[in-house]
């Protein structure tokens, strides 16, 4: 008799990013701030990664994104393992596949809009390679409701709404497989929240990138298609937490 199972079987969904068997501790630090013995995210899929304050969410987030590197374990992105690349080769790779959007928006005051996304192209090696880069950036402005006149304008000159759309054009210009946002709506009012998810969203979709978003706001965790609590794969959170209770127990 023929066996159809294995043609009928769903295939896996495919893995952007695999962690697995990762501790990281802090120099100085008595114990580790993350230990995840395994942690993947598919490939297309939106992340809402929330935990308590001090859980290690920017840490993970750093590790993602090559800033930070694990003492131990392997954090593998697109097929690749990143953290046992030399730095400026891992420098390369994130500006090649990784968008970041920090809460801080980390913009060069005294740089123009255009130079602020153009330096991100610089960095990932791209920038022979578009001629039309000018006409990408305005599309980009475009897309994020951001004037074109604003282009030659100095970052610092700019609102706090401006200055974090141009942080998301940065983190975009070199189309990334894998966009990565530390809070970047923490100091929005809610309409500008909600028109900043809107935007963000419809990128991320047109360029077809995955998106890994940290928030304190679980409001916003309807956004997105899977939830994750870091304290449910972060054995570390898990222990700080239980002691957390233990002594809050105690002292009542
Ligand atoms: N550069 C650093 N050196 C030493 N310890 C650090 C450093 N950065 C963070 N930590 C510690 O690591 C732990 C995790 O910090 P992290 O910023 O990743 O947490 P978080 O979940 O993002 O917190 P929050 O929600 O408050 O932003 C905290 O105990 C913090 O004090």
């Known amino acids: 008799m023929t066996d159809y199972s294995q043609n ?12 697995s068997d990762l501790t990281f ?7 580790p701030t993350l230990d995840i013995p395994s942690w993947s995210v598919e490939k297309n899929s939106t992340v809402f990664l929330y935990g308590p304050s001090g859980s290690g969410k920017s840490t993970l987030l750093n590790i993602l994104g090559g ?10 992105i697109l097929d690749t393992c990143i953290n046992k690349m030399r730095g400026s080769k891992r420098d390369k790779f994130r500006a090649q596949h990784i968008g970041m959007i920090f809460q801080q928006f980390n913009l060069i ?7 602020n996304i153009l330096a991100a192209q610089y960095f990932s090696g791209k920038s022979h390679i578009n001629q039309d880069i000018t006409e990408t950036i305005y599309k980009l402005l475009e897309a994020l409701n951001l004037s074109q006149t604003l282009i030659d304008k100095k ?33 929005l009012d809610t309409d500008a929240r909600d028109n900043f998810m809107s935007l963000l969203f419809n990128v991320t979709e047109s360029i077809g990138s995955t998106l890994i978003f940290v928030s304190h706001d679980k409001g916003l965790s309807s956004f997105f298609n899977k939830t994750v609590d870091l304290t449910s794969i972060n054995k570390a959170a898990k222990l700080a937490k239980n002691l957390e209770t233990a002594e809050a127990n105690n002292a009542a």
Not at 25 to 31: M, N, V
Not at 109 to 115: A, C, D, F, M, N
Not at 164 to 185: F, G
């Open 109 to 115: 005051p005294w740089l123009s809009v255009k130079e």
């Open 8 to 19: 009928s079987s769903v295939p896996e969904p495919k893995k952007i990013i695999q962690l």
């Open 25 to 31: 501790t802090y120099k100085k630090a008595d114990a």
């Open 155 to 187: 970052t610092e000159e700019l609102s706090i709404g401006q200055q974090q759309r141009v942080a998301i054009a940065r983190a975009l210009i070199n189309q990334p497989e894998i966009i990565i946002a530390d809070e970047p709506t923490s100091s």
């Open 67 to 76: 800033l930070l590197v694990p003492q131990k374990g392997e954090v593998t």
